[in-house]
């Protein structure tokens, strides 16, 4: 194995939460609370579980409160939830949640088409949550969206990206995922803006979340794993998009990702027959062509054994 290469990844599974949020027909509570517990199951230990938003903005996520309440939780997993403001965070406190996550944008329109507010107007709604959240001793982590390119100001650049992503450090993330919101980056850009963001930040700091719109998003993972980041977030069945991002495609799908790292020997703890039984379940009942490659090919051969 490469030598810069981990040896274990954490998943972050953010398909009950940033997959579903784009679906145009609300899915039922009991089918929300039924993907989380299977993907629990299939030994994912960090869920993204909801986001406490206001509901107007996201409907899909109307019932987060609903769902931490009556989910049947796994003593090992972290069930996590977006909180935009310290209103959000008091209804996250009362839900038990394990962790908060807050996000930002490296790119103003961007940040108030998807937040109604500027990068610097976000940022000073944070240290609200961060002085709340040390009181509860809860952990929070960092979003930052469009760190490639964003769908109305076009290439970002990497200095705003790396300023934004200090400033969550010091504020108080443990970790920040740097999101490719519309899918646009390719391995040689991610190279570039990583290893920038490496010079400040320790790579167990940085966590990336990149969508397949362009069909880079494994590429772009293998990429930082060379860079010795192994945080990566996905969605089960390439579930997700992006409200405020036309044109924005599903997030790398979990058992791509799954499969991926099982051939390259890097130890995840997740069932990946599981997952893809998981995977075809969840778009049954979203009645929606499921974006992993890995779960089409598997159920094309007919095969049971999902060894590489």
Not at 187 to 199: A, D, T, Y
Request: proline share 5%; aromatic share 6%.
């Amino acid at each position: 194995m490469t030598p810069n290469i981990p040896e274990t990844a954490r998943i972050v599974e953010v398909g009950p939460r940033d997959g579903l949020q784009n679906e145009a027909v609300i899915v039922p509570l009991a089918v929300k609370i039924e993907l989380i517990e299977r993907l629990a199951d299939c030994g994912l230990r960090t869920i993204e579980t909801g986001s406490f938003v206001a509901p107007e903005r996201v409907p899909q996520m109307a019932d987060s409160d609903q769902v931490f309440q009556k989910l049947a939780r796994n003593p090992d997993v972290g069930y996590t939830a977006l909180t935009p403001n310290i209103k959000g965070f008091e209804r996250a406190i009362r839900a038990r949640v394990s962790e908060v996550a807050v996000f930002a944008a490296a790119s103003e329109t961007f940040s108030q088409r998807n937040t109604n507010c500027s990068i610097a107007e976000s940022i000073e709604r944070f240290e609200d949550i961060f002085n709340a959240a040390a009181k509860h001793d809860i952990p929070v982590r960092g979003y930052i969206s469009c760190i490639i390119a964003c769908p109305y100001e076009g290439e970002i650049a990497a200095d705003r990206v790396v300023r934004l992503m200090q400033r969550l450090l010091e504020l108080g993330c443990y970790q920040v995922s740097l999101g490719d919101t519309i899918g646009a980056g390719t391995p040689l850009q991610i190279k570039r803006l990583l290893s920038n963001c490496l010079q400040s930040a320790d790579p167990q700091q940085l966590a990336v979340h990149f969508h397949n719109t362009y069909g880079q998003a494994l590429p772009n993972i293998l990429t930082a794993l060379e860079l010795g980041i192994s945080n990566i977030d996905s969605s089960v069945a390439g579930l997700g998009g992006c409200p405020y991002a036309p044109g924005a495609s599903g997030n790398a799908a979990t058992e791509d990702l799954v499969y991926m790292l099982d051939g390259m020997g890097i130890a995840t703890g997740v069932n990946l027959a599981k997952l893809i039984e998981t995977s075809h379940w969840i778009c049954a009942k979203l009645q929606r062509r499921n974006q992993s490659q890995a779960a089409l090919a598997f159920r094309s051969a007919g095969r049971t054994n999902a060894t590489p």
